[in-house]
Every structure is written in C-alpha cells, then in structure tokens.
C-alpha cells in the first residue's frame, strides 16, 4: 500500500499518528466523509495495561479510523520522561491487531515546518517508530504541507482523496 487513497479503498481499519501541531482534523473529517467511523480513546492511557483502550475501539464493527496516541507515547515518553509506558512488546502487539483488521497506520509528516533542534528530535523518534512497526503492519506516510494538499482543501469530495502531486511514501 502506497497511498492514502489505496489505504482508504483498501482498509477497514486506519489509525492517524504524527507530531504535535501537524492538522488531522481535515484528514479525520475526509475519512468520515468515506464512511470511516472516528473514534479517539479516552483519557489517559490505562496505568496497568495501555493498550486495553485501543483494543476495545479495534473491537469496533465497520470502518475504523482511530486518531492514535501509542505512537506519540512511544515517541514523547522516552524525550519527556525517559520512559514510555508502552513497551514495545505492547506497540507490536497494537500493529498486529490493527494488520488483522484490514488496517494501516497513517504517519502524518509537514515538510513545511520550520523544524528546530527538538522537533527535529521528535520527527526521527516517528521515523525509527513507524520504521519498526512497518514489519508488522502497512504504513502510509502523508507529508500535508504545502499548498493544494487534498486534506487542506475545505470539503473536498470523496473522489478527490489522495490526489495529490507529493509523493506519498511507505514508511
């Protein structure tokens, strides 16, 4: 799977993961557009199993786009408080669950960003992350920067998903 639009046509399940400050909320309303039901977890990640919320919305019927937080866990937990509270055991387990689902992890990138030594940082965290569990699951990266990017374009259509001239790139 190449792009957002195969993963759309393709996929029952997507889970949309990407730094602080990148907009998922035009890709979110695109794929409810598409018939995705959008689910977030709620509160905080569960102190002894913090993978429990994200199985129960994986045990949802139909199509499935979940606005992730265990990949942002993985990434921030170890820059802000050198640890994550999800292992990696855990994530690779999320990544099977979400494969067995028809599913594919979005990773949401902005080369328009002026990045600064920490968000720098943060960018790789997200490569090695969506790298590893690339083995286990289909990734789609999406770069939404820059101009005339379908997810920025107010109510576009359905049939304008994923036409745009960037590259998107396997991660």
Known sequence: MRTLHEAVTRCRTL???GPDG???NGLLAELARNGFLIRRSRGHLHHVD???PYRELLAAPGRLAIDGGIIQELVHGPLL???SRVTWIEALDFA????ERDGA???LTDSQREPDAESAEVADAYQRAFRTLAQHVPVVT???????HPIRAP???PSQLGRSRRKLTVG
């Open 15 to 17: 889970v949309v993961e």
């Open 142 to 148: 999406l770069d939404v920067g820059g101009p005339g």
């Open 96 to 99: 099977e669950s979400v494969a």
């Open 81 to 83: 408080h050198g640890h």
């Open 155 to 157: 109510a576009a259509p």
């Open 22 to 24: 990148i907009g998922r």
């Open 50 to 52: 913090p993978i429990r």
């Open 105 to 107: 992890l979005i990773h």
